[in-house]
């Protein structure tokens, strides 16, 4: 059925369509509704879940790897300084392997207090160990965070699905909610690995020296290697039942293009805009938008970014004394893949400044002026 | 239930015959951390009028109740001295370690 809904609540109905059974969650702005809704469902038994009220985000986390490691499937939200404030918990859900879903929605770390979208909150958490899906639409909310559900329970390794502050948290679009049948045939209960029970009793999360450790890790980063092919081929079978396909990336008009734009979120959509835009003028560039930046899609940047003459990453996040790090990580990427293909770092849009079709032509424009970037960091729109 | 003091230590050889996650490695059996203790429980039985409180205070689970009466395991006993504490009829305590 088609709703016209706001972001955050299409994240709501993707939990609800999974049957999330245990939902922790503390409000923050811009996430508020996401957890507004569930508990509603709760209350009427929409949802058939326990919605956990917890005093912080460190315990709706704590709560959700307790609910998890029970055998129920697991569902919070968050963003910023509340995901910051979970950063402990999210390594202790990671290391013990438990299929926690989680939408967070970009807003910008303080200070200053800021409640407008950047991406410095969920990449400051790029190392824990958790999948990241950055979305462009509503839409891509819902289905992501269905699927989400999906390849974490298959992996044991849980999923943040990121959507940016209001650009789509508090932005109404059309979604298509797909029927519950159809989700279940795609989406089966969730059968934990080993669970706390008492009919087998086990200890959890203890003392681990250094004779196993280091395997636990070993093993952890294998099964986060399975989770491309994993995403692809869960996103195609999405595709059979929905009609939509859920892949690692999306490239648009890039087997042709001289430039391509490397783009994340809903700047990924406006940059579709911005080349159409520059297409009709007589350029030819393409949009590479990275929805899946852990696991990070290596073979997909390596395949499709060379055949442009000039790479431009915009980045809506930095890495101070470094650059921005999309920028970072397809250079990485590309590193003896290909023969010295420039790769222009531009950042834009922090704290939520607009990122609009102008702000890609200026990159464009930048990147067909120069045979390679002169600084490291190409600064779009700041006030100088 | 075997015993603690029975159990053996767990060495996987490969890391296809672990478990994805930290679970049940028994890793404590070997670590004795009884030996960071200060000061230690002692017991005087006479006074001991059985209730079993020190045994479920214990936060290490390091007090069992062997023929009706409780022992202390000093393999892990850290001697935070709550079972002194708690014991109704005081006839627990806190004794300075002389190693």
């Known amino acids: 059925m088609k709703k016209v809904i706001m972001g955050n609540h299409a994240l709501s109905y993707g939990a609800m369509l999974a049957r999330t059974q245990v939902v922790a969650a503390y409000p923050i702005t811009p996430q508020t509704q996401v957890v507004e809704l569930l508990s509603e469902m709760c209350a009427d038994g929409t949802l058939k879940a326990k919605f956990i009220k917890v005093e912080s985000e460190h315990s709706a986390m704590a709560a959700c790897i307790g609910a998890s490691l029970a055998g129920a499937r697991t569902f919070t939200a968050t963003s910023s300084q509340g995901l910051a404030l979970m950063h402990e918990m999210l390594h202790w859900a990671s290391g013990g392997r438990l299929p926690v879903v989680m939408g967070n929605i970009n807003r910008s770390m303080a200070p200053g207090w800021s409640i407008w979208t950047d991406q410095n909150d969920s990449l400051s958490e790029r190392d824990t160990g958790w999948m990241q899906y950055y979305c462009a639409s509503n839409q891509e909310v819902l289905d992501t965070t269905i699927q989400a559900f999906k390849v974490s329970e298959a992996l044991s390794i849980p999923s943040m699905v990121i959507l940016d502050a209001f650009a789509l948290s508090h ?7 797909p ?11 969730f059968k934990p690995v080993a669970r706390v029970t008492p009919d087998e009793p086990h200890a959890f999360g203890g003392l681990t020296g250094p004779e196993h450790y280091y395997e636990l890790r070993y093993k952890l980063q294998k099964d986060m290697e399975k989770a491309p092919a994993l995403i692809e081929e869960t996103g195609r079978q999405y595709e059979k039942l929905f009609g939509r396909y859920l892949g690692l990336v999306e490239d648009y008009r890039c087997d042709d293009a001289e430039i391509i734009l490397v783009t994340s979120g809903t700047a990924g959509s406006t940059a579709r805009v911005a080349v159409d835009q520059m297409r009709k003028d007589g350029l030819a560039v393409g949009n590479f938008r990275m929805k899946v930046f852990r696991p990070f899609p290596f073979e997909h940047c390596r395949r499709i970014l060379p055949k442009a003459k000039k790479i431009a990453v915009v980045d809506r996040n930095i890495s101070y004394g470094h650059h921005g790090m999309f920028a970072q990580e397809v250079k990485s990427a590309l590193y003896q893949h290909t023969d010295d293909v420039p790769v222009f770092c531009a950042i834009a849009g922090l704290g939520g400044r607009d990122i609009t079709p102008d702000t890609f032509r200026e990159v464009v424009d930048y990147a067909r002026e120069h045979d390679k970037p002169e600084d490291d960091i190409l600064w779009i729109g700041v006030k100088k | 239930m075997p015993k603690k003091k029975d159990a053996k230590k767990i060495v996987f050889a490969s890391e296809k015959d672990m478990p994805i996650m930290p679970m049940s490695l028994g890793s404590m059996l070997h670590n004795k951390t009884g030996s960071w203790r200060n000061i230690r429980p002692e017991i005087k039985l006479e006074d001991c009028i059985q209730c ?3 045994w479920k205070f214990c936060p290490d689970m390091s007090i069992e109740i062997e023929n009706e009466f409780p022992v202390v395991d000093y393999d892990y006993c850290k001697g935070c001295g709550i079972c002194a ?10 004794v300075e370690e002389r190693k």
Do not use: H, N, R, S
């Open chain 1, 179 to 189: 029927d519950q049948a159809i989700v279940d045939q795609y989406l089966p209960p």
């Open chain 2, 85 to 94: 504490e708690e014991c109704p009829t005081k006839c627990i305590v806190m």
């Open chain 1, 171 to 177: 932005t109404y679009e059309v979604v298509d909610v």
């Open chain 2, 52 to 54: 079993g409180i020190c």
